[in-house]
């Protein structure tokens, strides 16, 4: 989130990371191509010469072919293969329905088979308790750490300077050295190095300002962020996470040898059924009727849903700017429940239809875009979203 508290994990440096969010799962606070053609996609668009689908018109960077929304599920009969070879990008704007948000998903920790839990207590001095458990059978205990730690108690916690996040950003991390779990516990980072077996610390960010870093279209980007990757938010839809599905259950089942991706589990992905947390956003978007609609959206406004009309004199504070794509590692295949990678899904079937699209790192697959916000307010689940502003070529 951009303002709220901060956990990370580190081993003498950051060597992994997390934020606390909101207190509940339906709302939270803030403050404030050269596009490139394979043989076989080549082969496929000169065999439709009877394609009654229109090509009138050229895509902002002056490349691309245009297609029309609607008839984006036209071209995705036949081979599933052979239905991403020819990239196409979306005329703009276009109408995208009536878009609620459906999800806030927080992710107070980035690892697997360790539990969070945000608990809210209006009541504490610390604001509630962030809990951490482990699985069972590690034989590591529970632990609970003060959610908005007061200055007093921080006064009493060690503070690494030197402390970076990828080797890069400077940080400024207050080592957890007490619990809310009674005198002679253990400490957090006592229970953690016991659980991977090597000395970490956990360490919640300072008051020190993070910088995001510059983004193609934002090159003078000047916004700030906990211990996130990149961006305060990750935003998402779920028409996209359903067409990942759709592509990765095609692939699953389509054995011919254009189709073919090393490891997939056939099996196993018949039902194409990844799930929205493995990406990870905070805010998923429901209602565009169009996958990946949000890669053409630069700047939306969420209004409060028991609001009747989309007031264009709406406070800044809830307009989200659109600054990237989210290029993907390989994270997304690691199971949200048993911890296990899986050797291809999704990372190697985004692969095949989704990368290209961002400028700065065409290589990488894109999921979900990143966003900054205007300023502080509240979002819920079902608050409308109205795109104010569109982005042209390959979008955001």
């Not at 969070?116 to 632990?143: H, I, M, N, Q």
């Not at 300077?161 to 990828?166: A, I, Q, S, T, V």
């Not at 209602?287 to 800044?316: C, K, L, Q, Y």
């Amino acid at each position: 989130m951009a303002h709220g508290i901060a956990f990370s994990l580190v081993p003498h440096q950051l060597w992994n990371f997390w934020h606390t969010g909101p207190s509940d799962s339906t709302s939270f606070s803030w403050t404030a191509s050269v596009l490139i053609l394979s043989l076989v996609g080549l082969a496929w668009s000169l065999s439709r010469k009877s394609s009654t689908r229109p090509r009138t018109s050229i895509g902002t960077n002056g490349i691309a072919p245009v297609c029309p929304p609607e008839q984006l599920k036209d071209d995705l009969k036949g081979g599933v293969a052979n239905a991403y070879a020819l990239e196409r990008e979306l005329t703009v704007p276009f109408d995208v329905g009536d878009v609620r948000v459906s999800k806030i998903l927080m992710h107070p920790i980035k690892m697997v088979l360790i539990t969070p839990k945000v608990e809210v207590d209006v009541a504490s001095p610390y604001g509630g308790r962030l809990t951490v458990s482990f699985p069972a059978d590690s034989d590591c205990e529970t632990f609970s750490v003060p959610l908005n730690p007061t200055d007093d108690l921080l006064a009493s916690w060690p503070v690494i300077e030197e402390c970076r996040m990828f080797g890069v950003y400077l940080v400024e991390g207050y080592v957890v050295s007490s619990t809310l779990d009674g005198p002679g516990s253990r400490t957090p980072s006592e229970i953690l190095s016991d659980y991977f077996g090597r000395a970490v610390y956990l360490v919640m960010k300072g008051h020190r300002p993070r910088e995001c870093p510059p983004t193609q279209a934002f090159p003078k980007l000047q916004e700030t962020a906990k211990f996130q990757d990149g961006y305060p938010f990750l935003v998402a839809s779920e028409e996209s996470l359903e067409e990942v599905r759709r592509v990765v259950s095609a692939f699953a089942q389509d054995e011919s040898p254009e189709a073919k991706i090393g490891g997939i589990d056939r099996e196993r992905w018949r039902d194409g059924g990844v799930e929205i947390e493995r990406f990870r956003p905070n805010i998923v978007f429901k209602g565009s009727g169009v996958p990946f609609a949000e890669d053409m959206w630069r700047r939306v406004r969420i209004h409060p849903s028991e609001s009747e009309s989309m007031d264009a004199s709406a406070d800044e504070a809830r307009t989200f700017t659109l600054v990237s794509k989210c290029t993907r590692c390989l994270l997304p295949n690691v199971d949200i429940t048993t911890g296990a990678r899986d050797a291809a899904v999704p990372y190697k079937v985004l692969l095949k239809f989704r990368r290209n699209k961002d400028p700065a790192r065409m290589s990488k697959p894109c999921f979900g875009c990143n966003a900054v916000v205007g300023g502080t307010g509240v979002v819920r689940v079902g608050d409308r979203v109205e795109v104010l502003e569109w982005a042209g070529g390959i979008g955001v």
